[in-house]
């Protein structure tokens, strides 16, 4: 059952600044990480001589993030400790979904309160990336556009997708727009990096329980106000045990 259709009261975002808040997705249960994440959540999975959601928060304070809201339940204890004890530098809140897990989309219904009017950033915890010549949130920033925008996505080409093993996710059109998912039995030339803006606008009708970002991407998508950005350095999918060592060998050599 959707819930019903609610008014927000929205702050119009003039683009170009970096959102004062970040949603940092933490709660998943990292299965595909096993066996790392048998006594630690996913996060916490060091890569590179720091715990994957250490780089995300470097990221967060080089770009000018002023706040978290991180949301946990896979050993959530261990994560809000580890977070109190090293995050330094931006104003953390944490989202408990201990009871359940809500997924993407249902993690940020839940948080909604938490994240607040104004465009608010979306970063997975387990995101490791490299700036190029410019920082990828700053970047991502510049390219907001309030009026014609409700999700703005940082993406890598397939083939820049270090250690990634599906077949991509989106089309792009010239403009940045996106034209759709990937069609079945076919490559898509972009892949999602975890990274992205998102309007509260997006946060509307949402079913009961737990469910992807995807249903708002969709929306988005439908009223062609979804658009893609593409990242110019370097993305790792950092999800097994064996693209840790890999990731490490590639930063390693520069």
Do not use: C
């Not at 925008?149 to 890598?156: C, K, N, Q, S």
């Not at 996710?169 to 940045?176: E, I, S």
């Not at 759709?180 to 490559?187: A, D, I, S, V, Y």
């Not at 995807?214 to 350095?233: K, S």
Request: aromatic share 6%.
């Amino acid at each position: 059952m959707l819930r019903p259709k609610r008014t927000l009261h929205i702050r119009p975002d003039p683009g170009g600044e970096v959102p004062k808040t970040a949603m940092v997705m933490a709660a998943g249960l990292g299965k595909r990480m096993r066996p790392l994440t048998a006594t630690r959540p996913k996060p916490l999975v060091e890569v590179a001589g720091k715990p994957l959601i250490d780089h995300v928060f470097d990221r967060l304070r080089a770009s000018g993030v002023e706040r978290a809201v991180v949301n946990v339940h896979y050993l959530a204890d261990a994560l809000e400790a580890h977070l109190n004890n090293r995050v330094a530098g931006i104003d953390l809140v944490v989202s408990d979904e201990r009871k359940r897990l809500m997924e993407t989309g249902g993690g940020i219904v839940q948080a909604r309160d938490l994240i607040g009017d104004a465009p608010f950033l979306v970063v997975n915890s387990d995101n490791l990336w490299v700036d190029g010549p410019s920082d990828a949130i700053r970047m991502l920033s510049a390219q907001w556009d309030d009026a014609r925008m409700d999700a703005l996505l940082l993406m890598v080409p397939l083939a820049r997708a270090n250690h990634h093993s599906g077949q991509g996710d989106f089309r792009l059109a010239p403009d940045g727009r996106i034209l759709g998912r990937r069609q079945p039995g076919k490559l898509a030339p972009f892949v999602y990096t975890g990274v992205q803006i998102l309007s509260p606008r997006v946060i509307a009708d949402w079913p009961e329980g737990p469910f992807s970002t995807m249903l708002f991407w969709e929306r988005a998508i439908a009223a062609g106000r979804a658009y893609g950005l593409v990242h110019q350095g370097l993305w790792f999918d950092v999800g097994t045990p064996a693209a840790v060592g890999k990731t490490e060998a590639m930063l390693a050599d520069g």
